[in-house]
């Protein structure tokens, strides 16, 4: 008995650590994306959606990517970066100027004067990376980084042809380096994240935004807005795609692989024309609403603007420098 009790055991056993084994084998690693945006945000399905489908084809099905659109993990876009950090999405996406003061040296690419449309600016990002960004993202790894289309000015009620125009005005901003721009252009600058600033223009609480013109669609600003100018000194928005360090260590060393050749420059770069050419059709559409009245800077108003931009560009610089950011050797870095 003792002897078939044993063969019984260490049948069973055997078993057991097959199934282990076929278990293990089969075992996914499933990422959870944030979003606070809907699924028919632009990037959505070209973006979220295909990074989701190319991992598992990838890795074989080993690495998933869940979406959850909306905030369904968490409301408000504010909170996103944060999101990422305690893990409660493995990848969020998000606005690093919603949290300025984490990510000093990355806006530095919103200054005007340092970029000249969105490809560019995203290489720049891209390009720097390595040496000076990548530390600003704490226990996360970056795995998009790039810019929306350059901003516009979007106005309810008062057309903005000259920098007097917006003298006493408020005007929503997305950054703290927006919000020195603005105010060096004698407005008041309001800080806020773009899914209020419907409500915020329609109620008066702003007088009007600075944004990308992707805006106009994809927060509906074209109901609110009457007035949209262009050719600004060019100040993009920045985004993030991120992920949470320590899950990303937890994956084997070939779906990481995986992953990493997914993401970077490429998926940035994608990202952006997305934004760009959302942006360009929601400019025909505004410009099809009636009543609507798109203003373009005379090249003597752009000087203006120029010459008030550059003042507070050498003065961020000063201060910056003063804190131990290196903004001047950074912005050298991103132009040269």
Known sequence: MNIVRRTLFASAAAGLA??????????????????????????????????AADIDVATGGSTKIEIY???????????????????VAEITYGLPGYT?????????????GV????????AKL????????????KKTVPLALFVTPPAVLMMRDRPIHSMDDLA??????????????????GATAVPMPANKVYTSMNTGVVDGALMGSDSLLIFKLIETTNYVTTNLPEMPTTIFLVANEEALNELSAD?????DKLTGLGISQRSAAGLAKFGEIAMGRFADKEGAEIIVLSDKERAAFDAA?????????????????????IIDAMLN
Do not use: C
Request: no cysteine.
């Open 309 to 329: 931009a550059a003042g507070a560009v050498a003065s961020l610089k000063t201060e910056f420098d003063a804190q131990g950011v290196p903004a001047t050797q």
């Open 115 to 122: 970029t000249q449309g969105h490809e560019d600016a995203t």
């Open 168 to 185: 006493g005005l408020k005007i929503r901003v997305a950054s703290s380096s927006a919000a020195a721009i603005i105010e060096a252009y």
């Open 18 to 51: 097959l199934v282990a084994q076929t278990s293990g084998a089969l075992a996914e690693n499933v990422l959870k994306l944030a979003s606070f945006l809907p699924p028919v945000y632009v990037l959505h399905e070209p973006i979220f959606e295909k990074l």
């Open 126 to 137: 891209w390009k720097v990376m390595d040496e000076h960004l990548r530390d600003e993202f």
């Open 255 to 259: 779906d990481r692989a995986a992953l």
């Open 100 to 112: 300025s003061s984490v990510f000093p040296r990355t806006l530095l690419i919103e200054l005007p």
């Open 69 to 87: 659109p909306s905030g369904e993990l968490g409301k408000g876009p504010v909170e996103q970066y944060k999101r990422a950090v305690s893990r």
